[in-house]
């Protein structure tokens, strides 16, 4: 009987192994997908990013703050004798 | 079912079928093994090497900042469209749809195609937006696929041009500090491998083999509000005057750091079309000139540590001209008898002259050399010039005397600029830099600190009433400069008579130096042309704007200095007139 046994067990190690590598094998697969999915993700926001930078280098261009400041809000930049320094 | 009844065998044609479908088999088998065990690696290899592909992870590029994080070149994402001629048949694929969604026009994209047909790889377009590209994979056009790229992106555009530099198509610095600091910049692209189907479309993503390396952020010393407003003034200067070109510099008197550096003519760095290479000079750094009356100061500091003069020295500067070795010197009148003081605020020629040729030229070479005339700045920048400062064992009366007022040597805008920021900072010189965190040599003494701060409390007679830098006065501040006009050199051998450079060079406040800065107008074709017409006014309105900016305390007498916890009295400012 002994050397059944044995040989049983040993089957048995056989399909736990293999059930295992297929196990190990899928879940490389599913972290492989996520890892994608993520790195996309990334670069959505990294482009996204880029679009904001773009933007924002459209909106607050020093050309048209001055403008806008200058001609729409009726500002202009003191004349220092109209500024009050505090020393600290 | 039929009883089956012992028949005589035929034994041999059974033995010949077993043996034959033995032999079948037993070659299938084999088959089987030498395909899966013997051959196994080379049809691996074979298989993985129509379907494996290592695809390149672009390593995005460091941004450019300026001192405050503001970018001032960064890396957007872009996506380029390449096909592989030998997949692409452009009679069988809708060519029309794919021109339109590549923004093409159909016959250019045929003969593109056409052109490479031979060939496995061809751009069809570089550097579109991402979601334009996305509309162009849309179509499924076999043999089409997409590759991301970044591009540069210039926020400050044509205001920080020449410092910042441009990168090619293929993100590698070419220009300023782009190309200075393309090792810092570049990232290093990593690998992946994926398996493709036939067209080239990726099935699986196998491993990443290097991750990409992006590259590391670069901070510059430019103050990119200073740099705006200097780029305004001086590219309306350059304009109203119709001038061929110009440049400013403004430095930062305690740190050496370079607060702003703009030339005209410059160029937009996000849109190339109109650019010509000429505007890509960074001309503050690139090209130097004759710095002419802007280094009387350092004439005047070297006399001044002979120990033999004082402000108040008295010269005779009659008739208004003199000859010297044959050549004549001349004032622009007969100033008399002027101190040493009145010598600068008039830039006379004459008076100049007579303290060179006492103290002799060595004393005077010495002096301009410590300033950092004749020698590398150690900014780093591609393509900078060291000026020229002569050095001669034996000088003609008229060497000396052209040098000391500033012909016969050469300087660029920022060598100028640094000379004043070292006369500024009571004689300390300080490496000047354009990129922060850069390590450069420590300070070190090339002026006693009397003479350098004598020098400068004279440079401020120059802007006042009577002097020739009137126009560089700011409101509120003490402003301390020289004016320069000086003949360009016309090529034959002789200067021109009618084609000048305008400078401004000084320090503000004068009282406590903060800033130190130069403004080069570079051939005015108006009627006005003298430094103290056309360059100071633009030297007042930047370093005004700059004081303000910056918040340095007005030094001029009139202004409203309030002690903290003190109350503040509020008037509006007509009560104030």
């Known amino acids: 009987m002994a050397p059944i046994l044995g040989l049983g067990v040993l089957l048995g190690a056989v399909c736990a192994t293999a059930v295992s590598v297929v196990e190990t094998a899928h879940h490389g697969r599913e972290l492989a997908n996520r890892l994608e999915l993520l790195e996309d993700q990334a670069d959505r926001y990294r482009m996204e990013w880029d679009k904001l930078l773009l933007e924002q280098g459209a909106w607050s261009g020093h050309g048209r703050i001055s403008d806008i400041a200058g001609r729409r809000l009726d500002m202009e930049a003191p004349d220092p004798f109209e500024i009050v320094t505090i020393r600290q | 079912m039929k009883e089956r009844q012992p028949e005589p065998g035929y034994p041999m044609r059974l033995a010949l079928v077993s043996v034959c479908l033995c032999t079948a088999l037993g070659t299938l088998l084999w088959r089987v093994v030498d395909l899966q065990i013997n051959d196994r690696a080379f049809l691996q290899g074979q298989g993985d090497a129509r379907v494996v592909r290592t695809e390149p992870i672009p390593g995005h590029r460091g941004m450019i ?83 991301r790229e970044y591009r540069r992106f210039y926020p400050a555009a044509e205001v920080a041009a020449h410092v910042v530099g441009i990168t090619d198509i293929d993100d590698r610095g070419q220009e300023g500090l782009e190309l200075a600091y393309e090792q810092v910049l570049a990232g290093t692209p990593g690998a992946k491998q994926v398996v493709k189907d036939r067209r080239g479309r990726v099935v699986r993503r196998l491993r990443t083999l290097r991750a990409a390396d992006p590259g590391q952020d670069l901070q510059t010393t430019i103050d990119l509000r200073i740099q705006y407003f200097a780029y305004r003034e001086l590219k309306s200067a350059v304009r109203q005057h119709r001038a061929r070109g110009g440049s400013m510099v403004l430095i930062d008197v305690p740190t050496g750091e370079i607060l702003a550096m703009v030339n005209q003519p410059s160029f937009n760095p996000n849109d190339r079309r109109d650019m010509k290479v000429a505007y890509l000079r960074n001309r503050a750094i690139t090209d130097s000139l004759e710095p002419g009356s802007t280094v009387k100061p350092f004439t005047v500091a070297a006399a001044l540590a002979t120990g033999r003069y004082h402000p108040a020295t008295l010269l005779n500067t009659s008739p208004g001209h003199m000859r010297v070795d044959g050549k004549t010197v001349r004032d622009h009148r007969d100033y008399g008898m002027l101190d040493i003081r009145d010598i600068l605020a008039k830039s006379s020629n004459v008076g100049i002259t007579r303290l060179a040729l006492d103290i002799g030229p060595q004393r005077v070479r010495e002096v301009f050399g410590q300033v950092g005339f004749g020698e590398s700045t150690g900014t780093g920048y591609p393509g900078e010039d060291s000026g020229m400062l002569p050095s001669r064992r034996k000088w003609k009366d008229i060497q000396t ?33 354009l990129v922060r965190a850069a390590a450069g040599p420590e300070p070190w003494r090339v002026m006693e600190v009397k003479i350098a701060n004598r020098v400068l409390g004279m440079l401020e007679n120059v802007t006042e009433e009577g002097g020739t830098g009137t126009r560089a006065g700011v409101s509120g501040y003490r402003v301390a400069g020289k004016t320069g006009t000086v003949h360009k050199v016309d090529g034959k051998g002789g200067y021109a008579e009618d084609d000048y450079v305008a400078m401004f060079a000084g320090v503000v406040p004068a009282s406590r130096p903060r800033l130190a800065g130069v403004v080069v107008i570079d051939g005015p074709r108006g009627e006005k042309y003298y430094g103290g017409e056309v360059a100071a006014p633009v030297f007042a309105r930047i370093m005004g704007d700059a004081l303000r900016i910056l918040n340095v305390p007005p030094d001029a007498a009139g202004n409203r200095l309030v002690r903290r916890g003190t109350e503040p009295v509020a008037r509006d400012k007509n009560a104030d007139a």
């Open chain 2, 65 to 147: 900042v300026d001192r405050r994080g503001e970018p001032l070149a960064v890396s957007i994402t872009v996506a380029s469209i390449w096909a592989d001629p030998s997949l692409l048949d452009p009679d069988e694929v809708p060519l029309g749809e794919l021109a339109a969604s590549l923004e093409m026009a159909e016959e250019s994209l045929r003969e593109r195609v056409q052109a490479f047909a031979g060939k496995r790889f061809v751009y069809l377009r570089r550097h579109m937006q991402p979601a334009a590209a996305e509309r162009v994979m849309e179509l499924g056009v076999p043999g089409v696929s997409v590759r």
């Open chain 2, 401 to 433: 005397a052209t040098l000391s007022f500033g012909y016969g040597l050469s300087a660029t805008p920022l060598q100028i600029a640094q000379a004043y920021a070292t006369l500024a900072a009571g004689g300390v010189r300080r490496p000047v830099s």
